[in-house]
């Protein structure tokens, strides 16, 4: 059983340049967020998606875009990579329903802009 | 907008004996999820406890048990009989109700020391 699983595990980026961040899930969860993890300030939502088709911003949605073609995969691009997105990253799932569960995290993308 | 809040950016606990990590929270709803999250230095986000806002009765899981005080939202953790495999990184979290929206917040996190 895989769980949620992201790629790639690190990466480093010039400022500029643009990647997409991989996750996907086996679980058929309909609720699929991205978070990212700076020093001291926790985990702050970026985007999440309540099922394919259907995206929204979170708390930090600016520099970054997603999409949500299937119920398993729910990509992360960043447009133009600056060095305030050197961060590390985490791709997370759960059911629609918060009386079936919590959010289960893939192992994270630590990412450096340079 | 709900917050979370976890006022001890450190502690440390020697080894055997037991330590409570502190959260607060800041919420009009009355029904609501809590939890705690264990972050290890490989970075894998552990879950450690649940709690179900309406059950008066506090979680438990072996050595980890909360205090859970809905009044004065008030949410920690004490770990007992620590061992050197609790040390990490301990993040408190608060999901709404909503089926819908930004429902999962996350406090600052506590860094927990287990000393032999």
């Known amino acids: 059983n895989a769980g949620v699983t992201q790629t790639p595990k690190f990466q480093v980026l010039k400022t500029g340049q643009s990647m997409t961040l991989q996750c996907a899930q086996d679980?058929?969860?309909?609720?699929m967020s991205w978070y990212r993890q700076d020093p001291g300030m926790g985990l702050r939502l970026i985007h999440y998606s309540v099922g394919a088709g259907i995206t929204d911003q979170g708390e930090v949605p600016n520099g970054y875009n997603v999409s949500r073609s299937t119920t398993e995969d729910f990509p992360l691009r960043l447009l133009s990579a600056a060095p305030s997105q050197t961060s590390v990253y985490f791709c997370?799932?759960?059911?629609?329903?918060?009386?079936?569960?919590?959010?289960?995290f893939g192992p994270g993308t630590r990412l450096l802009v340079l | 907008a709900q917050t979370v809040t976890q006022s001890q950016p450190e502690m440390s606990v020697q080894e055997a004996e037991t330590v409570t990590l502190s959260c607060t929270y800041d919420t009009s709803e009355s029904d609501y999820y809590l939890f705690w999250y264990k972050q290890p230095p490989s970075r894998q986000m552990i879950l450690v406890i649940r709690q179900e806002a309406y059950k008066q009765q506090n979680a438990t899981e072996n050595r980890f048990s909360v205090n859970f005080q809905k009044a004065a939202k008030s949410f920690s953790l004490k770990i007992s009989d620590s061992q050197l495999g609790d040390a990490a990184m301990y993040f408190c979290a608060y999901r709404s109700p909503d089926n819908y929206g930004q429902n999962f917040v996350f406090g600052p996190g506590t860094r927990l020391s287990v000393l032999p």
């Open positions: 997370a799932s759960s059911y629609w329903d918060p009386r079936t569960g919590t959010q289960y």
């Open positions: 679980m058929n969860h309909e609720y």
